[in-house]
């Protein structure tokens, strides 16, 4: 385990602003589909193969993994697309300003929209779309098989949605909270200006803050083989 990170230690300089655009990847049958801001798709890996570069929106920032194929945020059109796993794009739905981040929780599509302090709850179809607010600049979201988790990344604070949108909880952490992950009874909340991820427990506690590389931007829960791991993906040294 790092260690404890004390909130007076002096930072390292951030090379990073919370508007900036970062891809991102999941995996789904074995393969590796990852986001690719700059030409508007989602590329398919397989190993080291292109399997299929397949056209989303603008700024495709997010990519979640549902029943019926992938969903993808774009964050400089305001959209989300629903591909078949065959990446054919089978329909876009307008969502709020700036969508940044994607949650499925077995029913329902969930949007951070970064630009209205929002979250948007879409039914897996897309007809239908309800909107709640949150905290300032919703950046990451995690289903925690319960709940949602929102980390408002300039509001400090992770928000705690019941599955009908209701707040079950606003909590604060520390500066730029950008990426979550879930790790059985915890959710691990990576904090991009202060070179730290944060563990909470699912009541919101912090049990504890600890130092990892420069402006770290993902965080990822492993169990390969029962042996539980936090992985931190840290933009400006290039480590995790």
Do not use: C
Not at 8 to 19: G, I, Y
Not at 55 to 72: I, L, N, S, Y
Not at 123 to 140: E, I, L, N
Not at 225 to 237: K, P, R, S, T
């Amino acid at each position: 385990m790092p260690a404890p990170a004390p909130r007076d230690v002096p930072l390292p300089a951030v090379q990073f602003q919370p508007e900036d655009l970062l891809p991102s990847v999941t995996i789904a049958g074995g393969d590796l589909w990852v986001t690719n801001i700059q030409e508007g798709t989602l590329d398919q890996l397989s190993g080291a193969e292109m399997e299929g570069a397949y056209e989303t929106g603008a700024g495709p920032v997010a990519v979640v993994k549902a029943d019926d194929g992938m969903w993808v945020a774009n964050a400089l059109d305001g959209t989300v697309a629903r591909l078949d796993f065959e990446g054919v794009r089978v329909a876009t739905h307008q969502t709020g300003g700036e969508p940044r981040a994607l949650a499925f929780d077995g029913q329902s599509i969930w949007v951070a929209n970064a630009a209205d302090d929002s979250v948007t709850k879409l039914s897996k179809d897309g007809a239908t779309a309800q909107t709640f607010k949150v905290g300032d600049r919703p950046s990451a979201l995690a289903f925690d098989g319960e709940f949602i988790w929102v980390a408002n990344t300039l509001g400090n604070s992770v928000t705690k949605l019941r599955r009908d949108g209701s707040e079950a909880g606003t909590f604060p952490v520390g500066r730029w909270p950008v990426a979550l992950t879930v790790e059985r009874d915890h959710i691990w909340v990576a904090l991009a200006g202060e070179a730290s991820v944060t563990k909470l427990d699912r009541d919101g506690k912090e049990l504890g803050t600890f130092r990892v590389g420069d402006t770290p931007v993902a965080v990822l829960f492993s169990d390969f083989q029962g042996e539980g791991h936090i992985w931190v993906a840290n933009l400006a040294d290039d480590t995790v």
